[in-house]
């Protein structure tokens, strides 16, 4: 970990607070979203088509909602739209400037080897924005990064124990780089989930006092347990002043890849914008309720249902090809 200034007093913003832009990435590799096996009633190339309309649909909703920073292969090398993960952390000093805290992205523990490149995209494409940045070496993704803006974080001890870091290293990295005084430690993340538990698809801050958090209500889904305790965590939880959040029950599809496996979606993977939130939707029975319960938490944006029942092929859904850059 490189040596930074001993007073950093610095804040991670909630995520429904004013955006100066949204980074994306185009897709464009066809093995990301790609058929499992031969039952698959997609080809690569079928997918990998309906994922550019799904693209085209969020630049639709987004243009009157905030600037869209695209990244593309004629900007860009980059290997993947995962820009969620190997985009910085964003925070802000006491001043209200910007600062980028550049973690190390390493494909989630050296899982995707030719994704590892995806590493060195912050350094290209802030050549131009040119905003202050503190490459950590800590390898983390920000996606098992959740903030309610007032030094609170969520996040899951699976991910963090993955990436080689314990507690106490985590603990004193988020309080000296992110401002948290206090850190609300889940367990587990979602079965088959290649990211080791990223918070972003268990449990999301809508305000720095209410959270959704996904929860199974049939015993017999294979995340019952898992979600059930972090929700037990979640509704024992306090803040700083010792006050409890409001925890608001989300449910999960129960979506299963061609090939049978269970896929990682979950509806807490919403993306919020500065007047809409996009919302994963999932062909499942469970939608319809998950999209009211969220635009229950977002009375003054406008709730966009995105199907991403092919998006998920590629491990993620919204928040992860999307990472928000604070205004100032």
């Known amino acids: 970990m490189n040596e930074s200034p001993k007073e950093l007093d610095y804040r991670m913003p909630g995520e429904w607070e004013k955006h100066q832009a949204v980074w994306l990435a185009w897709p464009y590799d066809r093995i990301t979203f790609g058929s499992l096996n031969e039952k698959d009633e997609r080809t690569n190339e079928e997918r990998l088509k309906i994922v550019e309309n799904i693209y085209k649909q969020i630049l639709e909703v987004l243009k009157n909602s905030e600037k869209v920073n695209l990244i593309t292969r004629e900007k860009v090398d980059y290997a993947d739209v995962w820009t969620r993960d190997y985009m910085p952390v964003f925070v802000k000093d006491n001043n209200g400037k910007l600062v980028a805290i550049k973690l190390k992205y390493n494909a989630y523990g050296e899982k995707f080897e030719a994704l590892t490149r995806d590493d060195k995209v912050w350094g290209e494409v802030n050549k131009e924005s040119n905003i202050e940045t503190i490459d950590t070496g800590v390898v983390l993704e920000a996606g098992a990064l959740e903030s ?181």
């Not at 309720?289 to 993620?316: H, M, N, Q, W």
Request: negative net charge; aromatic residues 8%.
């Open 148 to 328: 309610n803006g007032a030094g609170v974080l969520l996040t899951t001890e699976e991910c963090i124990n993955a990436r080689g870091l314990n507690k106490e290293e985590a603990t004193d990295f988020f309080a000296k780089y992110l401002g948290m005084s206090k850190i609300i430690w889940l367990k587990k993340g979602l079965v088959n989930d290649h990211t080791d538990g990223h918070i972003d698809e268990i449990a999301r801050f809508v305000s720095p006092n209410k959270i959704l958090c996904a929860f199974a209500e049939d015993t017999q889904d294979e995340n019952y347990e898992r979600l059930r305790e972090n929700f037990e965590i979640l509704e024992n939880a306090t803040d700083q002043k010792g006050n409890k959040f409001e925890i608001i029950k989300l449910p999960i599809p129960n979506m299963h890849y061609s090939n049978g496996t269970r896929t990682p979606a979950s509806y807490t993977n919403f993306f919020i914008g500065n007047k809409v939130v996009l919302a994963p939707i999932f062909n499942d029975k469970n939608d319809e309720k998950a999209i009211s319960i969220i635009k229950s938490c977002f009375p003054d944006r406008e709730v966009v249902p995105i199907d991403c029942t092919d998006l998920i092929y590629g491990g993620g859904a919204l928040h992860c090809i999307t990472r928000d850059e604070p205004a100032v």
